[in-house]
């Protein structure tokens, strides 16, 4: 395997957007490949792989190389790190800055001096980890959330079924997946490629979606002709579910503030065939209003700091912080108090994030059921999704009754 010199450039493009310019990890991957159309599926390939990874191993890669991070050659000093730590190949015309490889090789060992040097985390995330689970777990979870996401599929039960799309794939397009147990309509690829561009997958017949993604919907129970209302829905994922769970009858009513996102949802809708969601900006003051009292379920899938997603997004440990999050508690809060509103007597509240960590979970919950509001509910079930016991990103569920 061989690095030249516009593969090297992509690559560093690509982190310098993410760790420079925050920018979001697909979006940024998508433009450098669109960008190099030339390319062949091992240099995109290779581009991918070394932007994901310098991003998962940044601080590992800074202590291997001592790096500067003010220095004006951060970027290509992280990919030189990295090349050297995999047995990447140069092309000879490349000439990188003053790092040498003897004492790149040399400094390896010292990253097992410290678990966030190995693990490749900040101190206080560290700090955290090991507060709230201990040792044992957390080594476990963060080895997990080092690991790369497998690829999960959900199958629309609205045009096909498990077993015809597990055959199609195999037989038309040598796609091979296994069921996922306890999950029904799962099924997970044996090896991760893209899928997108699929016949079937532009037919609607199965969306991309984590295996505990999944889980909070049937967690949720919906029923056919209830009345949901999903704040933060983002693009979907689990609107599709719910409308998928309901057999696309009754009404959902999927919020947020986003028209990108929201022109995302309009598009999934088309191509999975369902009709009984409606879009409506979060932003609308008159939706408090008019759905007051009203919802057989509302779901908050709130914003948080996704610290339980590092698998596929880890640039999250370097864009979060401990004020950000005192920051984001702040919002969960709120929206609790808002929109708990509109669930109706006997209904239930859903509330989930992608994070693993009590001061967005389980004393967010906590703090809610004493508020005046909360006062209404009462905690039926709550449960956290580790990445180590289920090889899906990590999550957190609670369901709460109103009296």
Excluded at 371 to 390: A, Y
């Amino acid at each position: 395997m061989k690095l030249y010199k516009n593969l090297a450039d992509g690559i560093v493009e690509g982190v310098q957007e993410i760790l420079g310019n925050r920018g979001t990890l697909r979006p940024t991957l998508k433009n450098i490949l669109i960008k190099n159309r030339k390319w062949g599926s091992n240099d995109r390939k290779l581009v991918g792989k070394g932007i994901i990874e310098i991003i998962r191993w940044k601080r590992k890669f800074d202590v291997i190389g001592k790096l500067n991070v003010k220095s004006k050659n951060y970027y290509k000093n992280l990919l030189v790190v990295w090349s050297i730590y995999n047995d990447i190949e140069f092309e000879e015309s490349l000439t990188f800055s003053e790092l040498k490889k003897d004492n790149i090789c040399k400094n390896i060992s010292i990253t097992n001096s410290k678990r966030a040097f190995k693990n490749s985390i900040p101190d206080w995330l560290d700090s955290l980890g090991m507060k709230t689970y201990g040792k044992v777990i957390w080594e476990k979870e963060i080895q997990a959330l080092n690991r790369p996401a497998k690829l999960f599929l959900r199958t629309n039960t609205l045009k096909t079924n498990v077993k015809k799309l597990q055959a199609y794939l195999k037989e038309n397009h040598k796609v091979n997946t296994n069921k996922v147990s306890n999950i029904p309509n799962a099924l997970v690829v044996e090896e991760n490629k893209i899928l997108t561009h699929l016949d079937i997958y532009k037919k609607g017949w199965f969306e991309i979606q984590d295996l505990n993604s999944q889980k909070i919907s049937i967690f949720t129970n919906p029923k056919p002709n209830m009345l949901i209302i999903d704040t933060c829905a983002g693009s979907g994922g689990k609107t599709l579910h719910l409308a998928t769970i309901m057999r696309n009858k009754g009404r959902i009513i999927a919020t947020d503030s986003s028209d990108r996102k929201r022109k995302q949802l309009e598009n999934r809708l088309k191509r999975n065939g369902i009709s009984i969601v409606e879009y409506l900006n979060i932003e609308n003051k008159g939706l408090l209003k008019k759905y007051y009292n009203s919802a057989n379920i509302v779901i908050i899938d709130a914003p948080c700091s996704g610290l339980g997603v590092l698998k596929r997004n880890p640039a999250a440990k370097w864009h979060i912080n401990p004020n950000r999050i005192r920051q984001l508690v702040g919002i969960q809060k709120q929206i609790l108090q808002d929109y708990a509103t509109l669930v109706k007597s006997g209904g239930n509240l859903i509330y989930a994030t992608c994070t693993i960590f009590p001061n967005e979970n389980q004393n967010q919950i906590k703090n809610f059921l004493k508020s005046k509001i909360g006062l209404e509910f009462n905690l039926e079930k709550q449960e956290i999704l580790l990445s180590q016991n289920t090889n899906g990103d990590g999550f957190y569920m609670a369901k709460l009754l109103k009296s």
